[in-house]
Each structure stands twice: as C-alpha cells, then as structure tokens.
C-alpha cells in the first residue's frame, strides 16, 4: 500500500529565509507525486506533481521539488520565503493520478 | 483555469437531520469526481469516488449507507450525510479531473459541517 510520510508537523521560517518541507512516500512502483498547499477553510491548490522525466521539478510561487528515488523523498523548497506563503503543505502520492493517499501535512507559519 | 465550486461552504445542522453537500465542475466535464474528509490537524482521507452515471465507489470503513453518492451527470456529484451526528462533524472537500487525458486534479474550497 502506499503511504507518505510529512515529519515536520509544524515549522517556523523568517520571511525572506530558504524553506525545505520534507516528504518521504512509499511505493511499489514509480509514483505520482504532489504537493498541495491548504489556506486556512479552503480546498487544496496544487504547487506541483512529478510524474516522470526531470527529478527536479518547478511549480507555482516560486516553489521547487526534488525526487530522490534512493531516498524515497521529494521535498519542496523555496529559497526565499514570503508572509503569504504560511498554510498548510500536504504531500501526496497516487499510482496513477486519480486515487490520491496524502501525507498529514506541515503548517508554515513564517515570522516577519 | 479550471475551477470546482463546492455548496455550501459551511453547514450546520442538528443531529439526526441530513445535509447535501454540492460539487460542481464549472468549466469542465468531470467523469469521476473524489470526496474528501479531513478532521481538525489532519491530513485529508478519500472516502469515495463518484462515476459518472454509476455507483460510487467507497474505501473502506466508510459507511455508504450514511454517506450517499450521486454523481447524475458530468458537472455535479453529491454527498449527502445521512442522520447527522456530531462525529460526523469535519471539513469535506470534493475533488474533480476533466475527461481529458493527463488532466488535472481541482479541488473544491471544502465544507465545513458542523452537527450539533
């Protein structure tokens, strides 16, 4: 079964600092993988996905994130943090791109 | 771009009472839609997935008697929680992939029930 790992619950970035959310996902074949961005009472946008090709894959904000096979990882970074950028970070995998198995998430809280 | 639009955002109700909750795909034509459960500090859980002119299908441990599924064409499924209670209380977000190939996930912006 497939399964991701967040192991940060909660962290704490100063505006303008480099930030790196780490994610750690099993499964049997190659994955799918995402990272979803949750505001405060709103629904999921999607930052990016990785599904094959470049390890190293760009998204939306200024977002990045790396697939390491060997390390079964695939953490999001952004080198320079913004106060908007606090929320909730979810990590997921699928098998294809439908059944989606997320991780619990890391809230960003950035002080100015 | 694409946009799913979820109905209503927040909902209270009393217990033993049912409430429907609408996902709509508004620009595009969805053939399977997902619903979502998130509790409070956790992460979100599927609970079904709705085809199109179909039976949903539900993971495990979820009750599909209580948590009914209609998905009566390509823009709109339905959840509707059945003899609210108020464990039943969560954050339900819908999700929906347009019929095109390599398409992506949209996610709805949730509903909060509350059952009191």
């Known amino acids: 079964a497939q399964s991701v790992t967040q192991p940060d619950i909660h962290i704490t970035v100063s505006e303008g600092a480099s930030l790196e959310l780490r994610c750690n996902y099993s499964y049997g074949a190659t994955p799918y993988l995402f990272w979803y961005v949750q505001s405060p009472g709103q629904g999921l946008q999607l930052l990016l996905k990785?599904?094959?090709?470049?390890?190293l894959v760009q998204g939306i904000k200024g977002f990045e994130a790396e697939f390491k096979r060997s390390q079964s990882s695939f953490n999001l970074r952004k080198p320079s943090v913004h106060w908007s950028d606090a929320a909730e970070y979810f990590c997921?995998?699928?098998?294809?791109?439908?059944?989606?198995?997320f991780g619990t998430g890391t809230q960003l809280k950035v002080e100015l | 771009g694409a946009v799913v639009s979820q109905h209503p955002s927040w909902v209270i109700c009393k217990s033993g009472t049912s409430v429907k909750i609408e996902c709509r795909s508004l620009?595009?034509?969805?053939?399977?839609m997902f619903w979502y459960r998130q509790f409070p500090k956790q992460s979100l859980m599927l609970m079904a997935t709705s085809n199109e002119g179909s039976k949903a299908t539900y993971e495990q441990g979820v009750e599909k008697d209580k948590f009914l599924i209609n998905h009566a064409s390509l823009t709109l499924s339905t959840l509707t929680v059945t003899s609210a209670h108020p464990e039943d209380s969560s954050f339900y977000i819908c999700?929906?992939?347009?019929?095109?190939?390599?398409?992506?996930?949209?996610f709805g912006n949730g509903t909060r029930l509350t059952v009191t």
């Open positions: 997921a995998v699928a098998g294809g791109e439908n059944k989606l198995t």
């Open positions: 999700s929906a992939r347009a019929t095109r190939q390599n398409s992506p996930l949209h």
């Open positions: 990785y599904f094959s090709g470049d390890t």
């Open positions: 620009d595009f034509q969805a053939t399977t």
